[in-house]
């Protein structure tokens, strides 16, 4: 969506700044996704959550502004450094279990909740707390989806199974999330294995979680928040609390403040100097039956549980799922998912309701069904390989044969490219008619021509200048003041390039003036009005005239919008152009304001004196005449 700058407030303290890239603030998709982002954050209120400072939503740049994380994402950590171990581990659980309490205080679901998405920070004190961050997909309880139908968006290896099956999501999905982070920071590996997209999701659904890799004293409690069904996940409160039983220390019950392990079974259950079975789920079996939770609650041989603070549940309130006489774990059986449609039995059901008892349905077995993946399974919008894993090698396949041919839609109107093009004929068409009425306007249109070259390298420079700085960092307010306050050194600019580039047209000038009139037998005042033309494009074309070429190109591109107008704008120009070069062909030039050249060498040639330099003096005599009649002699001394 954008980039991230690290900037400073008005109290000099650190801020992040997060800014939409320019081609996505025109996408009102990607606006009401930031809006609804900060609406989000800004009800979160936690020392364990980035807190949004500031926010401009509605501006050309639109951005927010949030609390810096200094420090490496849980992401970079676990892979530069190796999975997190002890006490790291179990301050880790805690301080994600608060902020998730926080986040479904203020009636929000993160949904994105990952490594990726987990700042280690450093207390001070040389010990790292997690702090979450980037809600960008987020959204409010019972608010408006913005997704469309069919459609989910996050992480793959991260996904709870009602996202998947696009049924309703909860805040239950962020703690199954939450649990799957915990793994990854304890294993360096994602829960649900690596391999294709469609095998962690086929894992997600089953309940297929590698538990068994995470440490001992961590199996219990992941497997609790990692439940297929979400009503059977503890919600982020009570997560919260068992965090804070987890001690990387104790693998076996103390007892009497030693640990006494008479015997080990091979299924994982240790048995006591009293008696006291251990199963390898944390669960404890006492000698009279009664069966001690890793939370502390007490199953009795009848069912009844007993909580904590002596609230007694009986055994028909207990769901079967919690009655097994294993206990072995404390999730319900994995439910596997059924057809979407079956409209025609339940339609069924429903008249023999109504027209008499329905038979009770066939027994169907437990087993699960060979996995059939679907033909066409939708990509995930943003794969995260790093987390997820690269895909499995498979078997060479024979390669499927490529399916018919489906011309593509045709574009609406308003897709079509914007039209840009910098018009070289009619630029040439302008400087043709410029050229020709240099001819029959010599003094005239050379001046003009000079102050139009002078403006054209100030706006070349200005606009360059700007559209390099929005190619980097998009539009912004400050623009028309930047371009303003740049204008006096744009200027300084355009007038040493202009006082350089005058000279050598000028002598391009006296060139072209020599050979009409020495080789080709014109009159003096008709070879300096060719002269005058040769100067007037020079001033384009001489090396130099580059910028002067590119501000009329960018001037066309930006004025002519459609090919219909650069066609009417290039026969006017082609007319005008043709109709001033034959008048300049045949007509004789007017030197206004100026004397006709011939005048003014004839009597230069009579004030001059005998053994003085006549070239270098005529020359300097028609530029000084010429200055004092246009009315800036006081440059030349007169």
């Known amino acids: 969506m954008g980039v991230v700058h690290l900037g400073l407030d008005s109290d000099d303290r650190q801020v992040a700044v997060k800014v939409l890239h320019p081609h996505v603030a025109s996408d009102l998709k990607a606006r009401d996704r930031l809006t609804r982002e900060v609406e989000t954050m800004r009800r979160v209120r936690s020392g364990r959550v980035a807190a949004v400072l500031d926010a401009d939503l509605t501006g050309a740049t639109p951005y927010i502004v949030t609390r810096f994380a200094p420090g490496r994402t849980l992401e970079q950590r676990v892979l530069e450094d190796g999975p997190l171990k002890g006490d790291e581990l179990t301050r880790l659980a805690r301080g994600l279990c ?15 909740l990952k490594p990726a998405n987990v700042m280690l920070v450093d207390d001070g004190s040389g010990t790292f707390e997690p702090l979450v961050i980037d809600f960008g997909i987020a959204h409010l309880v019972n608010a408006t989806r913005l997704t469309q139908t069919g459609m989910f968006v996050g992480t793959p290896g991260y996904l709870a199974p009602e996202i998947i099956r696009d049924s309703e999501i909860t805040q239950a999905a962020d703690v199954h999330a939450l649990a799957a982070t915990v793994f990854f920071a304890a294993t360096g590996k994602p829960p649900f294995g690596q391999g294709t997209f469609e095998a962690v999701c086929y894992n997600i659904l089953e309940g297929k979680a590698q538990v068994d890799a995470a440490p001992a004293f961590l199996r219990g409690w992941l497997r609790l928040a990692l439940a297929t069904d979400s009503t059977a996940r503890p919600t982020a409160g009570s997560l919260l609390k068992l965090s804070r039983a987890l001690d990387p220390t104790v693998t076996v019950f103390k007892e009497g403040g030693t640990a006494v392990q008479r015997n080990q079974q091979p299924d994982g259950t240790r048995v006591l100097s009293d008696g006291t079975r251990v199963l390898a789920d944390g669960t404890r079996v006492l000698n009279d039956g009664t069966r001690v939770l890793t939370d502390g609650t007490r199953v009795l041989n009848d069912g009844t549980r007993v909580l904590n603070d002596g609230t007694r549940v009986l055994d028909d309130v207990v769901p079967a799922a919690r009655r097994d006489e294993t206990f072995s774990d404390l999730l319900p059986p994995v439910n596997y998912v059924a057809p979407e449609r079956e409209p025609r039995p339940q339609k069924e059901s429903r008249q023999r309701r109504s027209g008499g008892p329905a038979q009770p349905p066939p027994y169907v077995p437990a087993h699960p069904p060979p996995y059939q993946p679907p033909p066409q399974f939708a990509p995930p919008p943003y794969a995260d390989q790093r987390v997820a894993g690269f895909p499995a090698p498979q078997q060479q396949r024979p390669a499927p044969a490529p399916p018919p041919y489906t011309p593509p839609p045709a574009q609406p109107q308003q897709d079509r490219p914007r039209y840009k093009t910098s018009h070289p004929v009619m630029a040439a068409l302008m400087l043709a008619t410029l050229i020709g009425a240099a001819c029959l306007l010599p003094v005239m249109v050379s001046l003009f021509a000079i102050v139009l070259v002078l403006c054209l390298r100030v706006g070349n420079s200005l606009i360059g200048d700007l559209s390099e700085r929005r190619s980097i960092r998009g539009t912004s307010n400050s623009d028309p003041m930047r371009a303003l306050l740049g204008t006096p050194w744009a200027l300084v600019k355009a007038v040493l390039a202009t006082l350089i580039h005058v000279p050598l047209g000028i002598l391009f000038g006296i060139c072209v003036w020599g050979a009409c009139r020495y080789l080709g037998g014109l009159t003096t005042d008709g070879a300096a009005a060719y002269a005058a033309a040769a100067f007037v494009g020079g001033l384009f074309l001489l090396p130099g005239g580059r910028k002067p070429r590119q501000a009329v190109q960018r001037a066309l591109a930006g004025v002519i919008r459609s090919p219909g107008a650069g066609m009417v704008v290039t026969l006017v120009f082609g007319t005008l152009a043709f109709f ?36 270098v003096n005529l020359i300097t005599g028609l530029f000084e005449d010429l200055m004092s009649q246009i009315g800036l002699g006081f440059l030349v001394g007169k």
């Open 580 to 615: 001033i070069v034959m008048t300049a062909l045949s007509a004789e030039a007017v030197w206004t304001p100026w004397r006709p050249p011939s005048a003014v060498i004839d009597d230069l040639v009579a004030s001059l004196g005998k053994g003085q330099d006549t070239a």
């Open 98 to 112: 608060e902020a998730l309490v926080a986040i479904h205080q203020a009636d929000v679901i993160h949904r994105d």
